[in-house]
């Protein structure tokens, strides 16, 4: 007897959701990232009106000055859902593991003279304390903010502030062997030291801002724009300089999620921008009315990190935030 | 013609649709058919997949040597550097 095994092929009728076909305008099959943002935003059905306002839906497109006729379009080009996302982190925290072990077991950190390790404790670790109200701050956007697309992206923004204050609160307890000193010694500089206190009190602003992109723009685009080339690059150029160069393999992290994080909030306001006028000039006035502000509380903070290179540290900063800006055609 | 044919059959799950559409999008003259789990593409000459043309569409930097995890199969000769990689027949 003659056995015939023959292939069948079955072809789907429908290779993605329709909302997904909605919003790309065909039948193509979409990528996890579009089948698991597009269509997610609650839209209707709301039976209460939040307590907070009278006005508003629970979740409410007019939470901003921003206006978009379509709230999707804000993706992120990294293309975070929650699994793509989690894989991401759990290989860059295996790489950051390493090279904490690797710095510990060489003892490097005893060989930080006494003068780069007090400005690292009193400059460097009270970024945790920034990197907490960035936390406060994204939550935030990601409670008020509309659309799954953006509101996902600043969830996970979140939980990343949160990592990285950890990797800075390790650096913290690595210097003074787990006894959690110098983590005192920063919050007392955060706290009162004349350095920090015009940081703290914008910081503290930000935390009461009411619009959610205005926030956005504050936080993700300007003062991380200005504190992460400061503090990552020029600060971190300083410490290798000296020969240090286990601050760089322990911040390694923050430089590399700093690159991904412009990809992210680069591309939201060039769509954003380029949605309309309007919009455009709002981000603008957002812009030109945080930078100053943000520039001049860097100030004293940079003053004390890189002494006479405060200025070429700043302007660097400025330099490479003015270039983003310029490309996504906003200024 | 038919002597001088590419081909390069990829798995049909996530991972390789970001593949699967550059070549599409690099690939005029790429005929892609679909087998149960399987994605055929054939092309005539040459067949080329360019490591920027996938990381767009992947949103992270990819390696080309990464497509032999996705590859089932393939025809012509590999022409492979860190930018693309090609198959040719000439």
């Given amino acids: 007897m003659q056995v015939d095994i023959k292939s069948l092929s079955i072809k789907p009728l429908r290779n993605t959701f329709d909302q997904v076909v909605r919003f790309t305008g065909s039948d193509k099959s979409a990528s996890r990232y579009l089948e698991a943002t597009i269509g997610v935003q609650p839209e209707v059905n709301f039976h209460y009106k939040p307590l907070w306002s009278k006005n508003r839906d629970l979740y409410d497109k007019e939470n901003t000055l921003i206006v978009m006729s379509d709230w999707y379009r804000l993706l992120d080009p990294r293309q975070y859902y929650y699994g793509a996302w989690t894989i991401a982190r759990s290989k860059q925290q295996d790489a950051a593991e390493r090279n904490f072990s690797f710095v510990e077991k060489r003892n490097m950190l005893e060989a930080i003279p006494a003068d780069l390790r007090d400005k690292i404790i009193t400059t460097f670790l009270p970024l945790r304390h920034m990197e907490y109200a960035a936390n406060l701050n994204n939550t935030y956007m990601s409670a008020y903010g509309y659309g799954v697309s953006i509101t996902q992206a600043a969830s996970m923004c979140a939980m990343d502030r949160l990592g990285i204050a950890q990797y800075i609160t390790r650096i913290g307890l690595m210097l003074d062997g787990n006894s959690g000193d110098t983590l005192k010694t920063a919050k007392a500089a955060w706290q009162n030291s004349p350095a920090w206190q015009p940081m703290r009190e914008l910081t503290e602003n930000m935390l009461t801002t009411e619009d959610w992109f205005e926030l956005f723009v504050a936080q993700n685009i300007v003062l991380d724009g200005l504190v992460y080339p400061l503090m990552y690059q020029s600060f971190g150029d300083l410490t290798s300089a000296s020969g240090q160069t286990s601050f760089a393999m322990m911040t390694e992290f923050m430089s590399e999620w700093f690159d991904e994080h412009v990809r992210w909030t680069d591309n939201i306001i060039k769509v954003a921008a380029a949605e309309s006028d309007s919009n455009k000039a709002q981000l603008g006035k957002w812009i030109q009315q945080w930078q100053p502000q943000i520039l001049q509380a860097l100030q004293p903070v940079a003053q004390q990190a890189l002494g006479s290179a405060a200025q070429a540290g700043l302007d660097a900063a400025v330099a490479h935030l003015s270039a983003r800006l310029n490309k996504v055609g906003i200024n | ?90």
């Fill in chain 2, 1 to 90: 013609m038919s002597d001088k044919m590419v081909f390069l059959a990829l798995q049909d799950n996530e991972d390789a649709r970001p593949i699967r559409e550059a070549i599409e999008a690099d690939n005029p003259l790429a005929v892609i058919s679909q087998y149960p789990g399987v994605y055929k593409i054939d092309a005539p000459g040459r067949l080329v997949v360019n490591r920027e043309s996938v990381e767009e569409r992947l949103g992270r930097a990819w390696n080309p040597q990464d497509i032999h995890l996705l590859l089932v199969s393939l025809s012509g000769n590999i022409d492979e550097t860190e930018d693309y990689f090609a198959l040719e027949r000439t």
